[in-house]
């Protein structure tokens, strides 16, 4: 069974950079043709698409509303891929999730396993 | 950028009853590019259809997915208390996924 952990530093000062990290168990990350995401939720608001990696690490896609300042990584010799989002703001506060993307010939496209989450404030 | 419009907002229904939830896309979209999502506090998302038909592994009969094009409907045969969440449908492009604004489903 497949596993995502997120880990951060909970609490982020503003104009400082957010970096998270999704320890992936039960399976590797570079295994299949994959691609690995991050999504957030923002205070009473929805589920926002943030980035995905894929391919190992060699082709990255980044929300249009984010992209100036979010990158995103793989590490495959720690099963982990990472986000790392600068010059944070409280618009930023929000719980972050990791994802596996995952496609199949017959059902398309999803994300099918989904970290528990990990809730980053965003204070001085 | 594809803008995924969830309707209702918000669906008041009681246990038994039948909900239907609608996902229209701004334009034309694959189906094997829109899935359903079950979302209920300080739980991780749950992945409900994928492909815009298909069951995930584990999810119950009475959960379905149906349309094509820009128009997609979630349907909940008959609620089981278990199933009051806020569901969201997502887009997966060609380098962008999107997802609605969420219908959230509360009890009557």
């Known amino acids: 069974q497949l596993q995502l952990q997120e880990s951060g530093p909970g609490p982020v000062k503003p104009s400082e950079t957010l970096s998270l990290t999704c320890t992936v168990s039960?399976?590797?990350?570079?295994?299949?043709?994959?691609?690995w995401g991050w999504i957030r939720q923002s205070p009473g608001k929805g589920l926002e698409w943030i980035a995905s990696?894929?391919?190992?690490?060699?082709?990255?896609y980044y929300n249009p509303s984010l992209r100036n300042r979010v990158t995103m990584s793989v590490d495959t010799s720690k099963n982990q891929f990472s986000v790392k989002l600068s010059s944070v703001t409280a618009a930023d506060a929000a719980v972050y999730y990791c994802?596996?993307?995952?496609?199949?010939?017959?059902?398309?496209?999803?994300?099918?396993?989904w970290g528990q989450g990990t809730l980053v404030t965003v204070s001085s | 950028e594809i803008v995924l419009t969830q309707s209702p907002g918000t669906l008041s229904l009681s246990p038994g009853e039948r909900a239907t939830l609608s996902c229209r896309a701004s334009q034309s979209v694959g189906s094997n590019y829109l899935a359903w999502y079950q979302h209920k506090p300080g739980q991780a998302p749950r992945l409900l259809i994928s492909g815009a038909s298909s069951r995930a592994t584990g999810i119950p009969d009475r959960f379905s997915g149906s349309g094509s094009g820009t128009d997609f409907t979630l349907t909940i045969s008959r609620l089981e208390p278990e199933d009051f969440a806020v569901y969201y449908c997502?887009?997966?492009?060609?380098?962008?996924?999107?997802f609605g604004q969420g219908t959230r489903l509360e009890i009557k």
């Open positions: 039960g399976g590797s990350i570079s295994s299949g043709s994959h691609c």
């Open positions: 990696i894929c391919n190992s690490g060699s082709t990255t």
């Open positions: 994802a596996r993307r995952y496609y199949h010939t017959l059902t398309g496209y999803s994300f099918d396993y």
């Open positions: 997502q887009h997966f492009g060609t380098s962008v996924a999107t």
